[in-house]
């Protein structure tokens, strides 16, 4: 089912038409609401205040919402649909790099700006000029991760379960496997366990787990899946702490979780509880509008989107020429230095579309908030 | 070692009675109706959520009776009712969908791609209904957990375990030893011959949708209080899996349809624990299909000859 929504911009106007390629039903439907509902409190923004100036020219902001299912091969035809069918200037998503990297090729290869909000695997970006990301990546996530298993929860060894049929899993495995065993020595993961999409019963794999003795369990998961690891792995009898990657940031993982995951930590962009200026004032004007926090997802989706819509205002003017305009935008894009986001500064070096950003770990309290424990910078 | 086995041992018999549960229902039909319902997986997710709004409404989350029920008493009357409107749902399908084709004297095959796309529409009707958002079963009972010879365990698991031998006690005494099972079995033997006896055929057939739809419910509540989240295509896999038990273990025989579920269970745990999970379906498959290519009526299943 791809479900396709259309905003009719206000009649005479000249539009920017944006695509988003977004998960609203699926494994991970929470993940495409949240970047839905960022989107659209900023183009309600913009709009309102007469549209997006390029070059003394006020032009309004159509967005497009296509459903990808979660799944790969949706991704694909959802960033076709968009950049053939709909004709955008440039796509925002899709949000995991299980879609962000096949897309990724699509709007590379059609020669159309896309930033992936969320996609934290290094292949999203390679070698594809078109492709920009707003967040860290998966090689400097997997050290962070290492890092702190070994400093703040004094961890020499470690098990990792993952599921290996997902980029986005398999990638960070790696790199928290490779950066832990520089630190501990070969052998210090002592369990590297897998599993498959859909799979809800892990409790072989834990066993086998929970056997080699590990000091602490990393498992980059979806929101769907780490409340079934988690209670599954406290069934079996592993006492040790269960660490996290971004996966785990949703607004709904508490919900479903319930109090197994509390005192958890887990790596993520930003820590809503705390945050100061521009930040605050996002996350205060998006909790009166939907009535709840924004998580990671909202956060970067709006960073992403209001990146993309910096670099269109640096263009100077929009010819009408779309792939004419798709290609200055790609250098404007490549050219941004120095973007102050809600979640850090971002800058491109004009060779790749990965900025420089931090990593802040966020530990579940016990009323189930995510609350700040530190930053780590690059 | 040992310890690594039983434990293992353990979480097979915990997966193997959810394949069971699931696998009695395809074959109870089967059975009686030479129908392979395909929706019955779907109808298994349709329990799973109809455990789930039982339950917080025990528990007092839409305001119709006042919270603070004890979590076992909210458990004792989810079990009947979730039953009781699983099998709502059962003999529903079956009035609506199957029914008409068989009056008609429609062949099987068409009755079989009926009960594919009633899955389908069981599936989205439940995402257009109630989003795809996950649904997270409430904790009803506390969680305990003892050892038993050095593997842990959780009472719930247990009670999946047992309630599977219950179901396939209670199952195999009605069928073999009560008048309805006998009725049953001979609908299965001649559809023809038995209206003539004085058998009410249609009363046989909704009495098995109604036993076979409560057990996948039954298996719904069961699995939703062990896998907490919901979601709305949660029951095809599972389905297809419980289905593939089932044939392995001979359709139509009661007693294969449980045995084939442990099996595969047995299979996939112990190929994820000694390999690697990637290689689980690939080889835990492989071995089922040998045994059917060796036995090609299942474990327990008898060849069936056409009489012209």
Redesign the interface.
């Known amino acids: 089912?791809v479900c396709v929504l259309l905003f009719a911009a206000a009649a005479g106007a000249e539009t920017i038409k944006i695509g988003f390629n977004i998960p609203?039903?699926?494994?991970i439907?929470?993940v495409g609401?949240m970047a839905k509902q960022s989107a659209e409190m900023l183009k309600e923004q913009i709009n309102a205040a007469g549209g997006v100036d390029v070059g003394g020219k006020k032009y309004m902001l159509e967005f497009v919402y296509v459903d990808n299912e979660t799944k790969p091969e949706s991704a694909v035809n959802a960033a076709l649909k968009l950049i053939e069918g709909e004709k955008v200037l440039a796509m925002v998503g899709p949000m995991g790099s299980g879609r962000a990297v096949p897309a990724g090729e699509v709007a590379n290869n059609l020669k159309t700006v896309m930033v992936a909000p969320w996609s934290t695997n290094p292949k999203t970006t390679l070698d594809r000029p078109y492709v920009f990301r707003a967040c860290f990546l998966d090689d400097f996530q997997g050290p962070v991760a290492a890092k702190f298993a070994t400093e703040q929860l004094s961890a020499k060894t470690a098990a990792v379960l993952f599921d290996?049929a997902q980029d986005y899993s398999k990638g960070l495995s790696e790199f928290f496997k490779k950066s832990f065993e520089e630190l501990h020595g070969a052998g210090s993961v002592v369990a590297y366990?897998?599993?498959?999409t859909?799979?809800?019963?892990f409790?072989?794999?834990l066993?086998?787990i929970i056997?080699t003795k590990p000091d602490v369990l990393f498992t980059p998961q979806y929101y769907?899946e780490v409340?079934?690891i988690v209670?599954q792995a406290r069934?079996?009898?592993f006492k040790g702490p269960i660490l996290g990657s971004d996966s785990w940031g949703s607004a709904?993982l508490m919900?479903?979780?319930?109090d197994d995951c509390k005192g958890q930590y887990f790596v993520t962009h930003y820590a809503a509880a705390g945050a100061k200026g521009a930040t605050k004032e996002f996350i205060d004007t998006f909790n009166a509008k939907y009535g709840q926090i924004p998580d990671d997802v909202g956060a970067l989706t709006w960073d992403a989107t209001n990146m993309a819509l910096a670099a269109i205002k640096n263009m100077g003017a929009l010819s009408g020429d779309l792939s004419k305009d798709r290609d200055s935008l790609r250098e404007a894009m490549a050219s941004m230095r120095g973007f102050e986001g809600i979640t850090g500064t971002m800058s491109f070096d004009g060779t790749i579309g990965d900025p420089a950003k931090c990593a802040v770990i966020v530990k579940i309290d016990d009323a189930g908030e995510f609350t700040y424990h530190e930053t780590v910078c690059p | 070692m040992l310890e690594t086995i039983i434990q293992q041992g353990v979480n097979a018999l915990q997966l193997g009675s959810y394949y069971s549960l699931i696998a009695l229902g395809y074959c109870l039909v089967y059975g009686v109706l030479l129908l392979i319902n395909f929706a019955h997986g779907d109808i298994f997710m349709v329990g799973a959520y109809i455990a789930f709004f039982c339950a917080t409404a025990f528990l007092g989350h839409y305001g119709l009776i006042d919270a603070g029920m004890p979590g076992w008493i909210v458990l004792a009357l989810t079990v009947p009712l979730t039953m009781l409107l699983t099998s709502g749902v059962g003999i529903f399908i079956e009035r609506v969908a199957y029914r008409p084709l068989r009056l008609k004297g429609a062949n099987r095959l068409y009755v079989v791609i009926t009960a594919l796309m009633m899955g389908i529409i069981l599936q989205y009707g439940n995402l257009s209904m109630l989003g795809a958002s996950r649904k997270a079963f409430p904790n009803l009972v506390p969680r305990v957990l003892f050892e038993i010879g050095g593997a842990t365990v959780t009472s719930l698991k247990l009670a999946s375990i047992v309630t599977c031998f219950l179901v396939f006690g209670l199952l195999q005494w009605i069928v073999t030893r009560t008048k309805i099972g006998m009725a049953m079995r001979a609908v299965s033997y001649d559809k023809f011959a038995v209206p003539l006896m004085g058998i009410p055929l249609d009363i046989v057939i909704v009495f098995t949708f109604f036993l076979g739809s409560s057990m996948a419910g039954l298996a719904g509540l069961l699995y939703a209080m062990n896998f907490p989240v919901l979601d709305p295509f949660m029951g095809a896999l599972v389905g297809w899996k419980a289905f593939i038990a089932a044939v392995v273990g001979g359709i139509g025989d009661i007693r294969g349809a449980f045995i084939g579920g442990f099996l595969l269970a047995f299979l996939e745990v112990f190929v994820a624990a000694t390999f690697s999970s990637e290689l689980r379906d690939l080889i835990s498959f492989t071995i089922l299909l040998g045994i059917l290519s060796w036995k090609p009526t299942g474990l327990f299943g008898k060849p069936r000859t056409t009489k012209i």
């Open positions: 089912m609203l039903t699926g494994d439907p929470k609401e290996v366990e897998t599993f498959t859909k799979d809800v019963d409790s072989a794999q066993t086998k056997r769907n409340p079934l209670r069934e079996l009898g709904e919900g479903l979780c319930g």
